[in-house]
């Protein structure tokens, strides 16, 4: 079974390219945890008047 894995693969690369990633640029994690602080801290900056 592997060989006909290994065969459609070919076979997909061949018609769109290389080969597609595992994992999907929206599926990495690449936010640090600046990031989180900045979300964070413009969240609290900015809640509505109904909210406090």
Do not use: C, Y
Not at 15 to 42: K, M, N, V, Y
């Amino acid at each position: 079974m592997p060989e006909a894995n290994k065969t459609s693969r070919h076979a997909v690369n061949k018609i769109f390219g290389e080969a597609l990633p595992d994992i999907a640029p929206d599926e990495r994690d690449t936010a640090s945890p600046d990031d989180d602080a900045d979300r964070d801290r413009w969240l609290r900056n900015n809640i509505p008047p109904h909210h406090q």
